[in-house]
């Protein structure tokens, strides 16, 4: 594929998941409870892009091609897009913004907790994720973008504490993103002896 075309190609990629989801909402194939198919796809696509993100410097790595690096910031985003989609379904169809409930949810559920926990971590990945950022923030940029390997291991407990019974679908991610981490351990030893 042509240079120039592969961002606009990974762009409708990254699209038609939200795509297929609205298409599905206005021809009334959401399933019986489409709030919980609207959550459930949200977050499940949140999950894919911040484990896809962690792939793509192994793959540059690996193989010494330069297009991973091209879509790492683009995937990151969407990431961060399909995370906020899946929190707004929640505050919004599922708890009608009743600040009230939603206080008490996040303090009495754990998957609510540590879900609301993995996007703040992602805030800040997303505001930082511009070319003036990273060139304001130098050094400190790398060490604040290690949070990329928190929150989808948050986003893996939020999915195995929702699902509570049947662990399958949470443990894949789950392992995914251990072998991602094991194949990054070299990053992280050199990001872990860089000076601040």
Known sequence: MKQRLLKPFVFVACVLPLAVLSWGGYTDRLGANPIET????TG???????????LLTPLKRRFGWGWPLRIRRMLGLFAFFYASLHLLTYLWLDQFFDWGEIALDILDRPFITVGMLAYAL????????NRYMVRRLGRRWKRLHRLAYIAPAL?????????KADVREPLVYGVALALLLLLRLPALRQLKRAPA
């Not at 999950?47 to 993100?53: A, M």
């Open 38 to 41: 609207i959550t459930h796809t």
């Open 44 to 54: 499940d696509w949140t999950l894919r892009f911040l484990l896809l993100t962690l």
């Open 122 to 129: 992602l805030v800040p990945l997303a505001v930082t994720s």
């Open 155 to 163: 986003g893996v407990l939020h999915f195995w504490w929702l699902v």
